[in-house]
């Protein structure tokens, strides 16, 4: 059974930095987390849930929605089956929960469309005050 699990999530002020992981394991994962291209979305109270940033299975290709290009680094660690999104410069709008989701990369390579995805986690909160 596929286990993905995020972490780091919580409440900051805004300007400062958070670092989230994930971890995914079971079934393919154990034995071939590099198969899998990996991305991170987000929902905001209110807002439909929007990719923000993915990652191919090689890490060798990133994509960013423009709100948080220079801001979000995404990145993965095959070794350990993680993906991380270090969030610099936090700003209010930031605000949500954030889900990883991982798609077998025969089928893709970096996305930022939710369809695309066929595993996802449960989500961790992120706040950012004013």
């Known amino acids: 059974q596929v286990q993905v699990v995020e972490s780091g999530g919580g409440s900051a002020q805004a300007g400062g930095s958070l670092r989230l992981s994930c971890t995914i394991s079971?079934?393919?994962?154990?034995?071939?987390?590099?198969?899998?291209?990996l991305g991170w979305f987000r929902q905001a109270p209110g807002k439909e849930r929007e990719g923000v940033a993915c990652i191919n299975w090689s890490g060798t290709v990133t994509h960013y929605i423009s709100s948080v290009k220079g801001r979000f680094t995404i990145s993965r660690d095959d070794s350990k089956n993680t993906l991380s999104l270090q969030i610099n410069s936090l700003q209010p709008e930031d605000t949500a929960i954030y889900y990883c989701?991982?798609?077998?990369?025969?089928?893709?390579?970096?996305?930022?469309?939710?369809?695309?995805?066929?595993?996802w986690g449960r989500g961790t909160q992120v706040t950012v005050s004013s």
């Open positions: 079971g079934g393919n994962f154990d034995d071939g987390f590099d198969d899998f291209a």
């Open positions: 989701a991982a798609a077998p990369s025969n089928g893709v390579s970096c996305s930022l469309n939710g369809p695309d995805f066929d595993y």
